[in-house]
């Protein structure tokens, strides 16, 4: 079963609007956690944001928040104030238990994201 | 700071050689680092996680004796395809965990694997 879902393949987004990315996540473990992570056509993940299931504010770094609503288990990023340079392919993922005390992230299919000038 | 290094970024190789690609974190010590396997235009597929000084935990149908791992030290961990063939042909990446309450993972820039 799908345990991270983006719904979007693609996006298009005018150069300094805002745009926000769906992310919906499946889980039964109390304590989990989800990522967004940017990944550019040359290949590397960025870390953008982290949230986790128990903190009480939605996560905010600069022009990145996560809208957390827990009870909808969706984790949607916002970019706001779009730049060119943010075009890329964007991945949701969520840390959840692997067995053991162990760990393991699940990614979402991604969503590319393209600014327009 | 929480960088991490791979090398080679790319690499060809002919068909039955082994190729070792090789992940380290730079400026901390990663007791848990992570090797995912991404073909063109889809996501990150976990293939094994890998604690230093003992054996890496493979996923489920990642083959143990063709992906060989080796975390030697907490900031160093290899990948070992070994006897390549051309659907081995992919982008690797490892990503390396700084622990604490977030856990998040810090990845390499990737490396672009061509079996010819």
């Known amino acids: 079963a799908q345990k991270i879902t983006q719904t979007q393949p693609g996006m298009f987004v005018q150069e300094k609007e805002a745009v926000t990315l769906d992310c919906t996540y499946d889980?039964?473990?109390?304590?989990?956690?989800l990522f967004w992570y940017k990944q550019p056509s040359s290949g590397e993940m960025i870390f953008l944001i982290y949230?986790?299931?128990?903190?009480?504010q939605n996560a905010t770094e600069g022009r990145y928040s996560l809208n957390f609503q827990k009870a909808r288990k969706s984790a949607n990023l916002v970019i706001s104030a779009s730049q060119l340079g943010d075009s890329a392919m964007y991945f949701c993922?969520?840390?959840?238990?692997?067995?053991?005390?162990?760990?393991?992230?699940?990614f979402g299919t991604g969503t590319r994201l393209k600014v327009l000038a | 700071g929480a960088v991490v290094s791979q090398h080679p970024s790319r690499v060809i190789c002919k068909s039955g050689t082994s190729v070792k690609i090789e992940c380290r974190s730079l400026d901390f010590q990663a007791t848990t680092m992570f090797w995912y396997r991404q073909f063109p235009k889809q996501s990150l597929m976990l293939m094994a996680t890998?604690?230093?000084?003992?054996?890496?935990?493979?996923e489920q149908g990642v083959e143990k004796d063709k992906f060989l791992i080796n975390h030697a030290s907490l900031t160093l961990s290899t990948l070992t395809v070994t006897s390549a063939h051309p659907e081995d042909s992919s982008f690797y990446i490892c990503?390396?965990?700084?622990?604490?309450?977030?856990?998040?993972?810090?990845f390499g820039p990737g490396t672009r694997l061509t079996v010819l």
């Open positions: 990503s390396a965990s700084l622990g604490g309450g977030t856990d998040t993972q810090y």
């Open positions: 889980t039964s473990d109390p304590s989990y956690g």
């Open positions: 890998s604690n230093e000084g003992s054996k890496a935990t493979y």
């Open positions: 993922a969520m840390r959840e238990a692997g067995g053991s005390g162990t760990y393991k992230y699940i």
């Open positions: 949230q986790g299931s128990y903190d009480q």
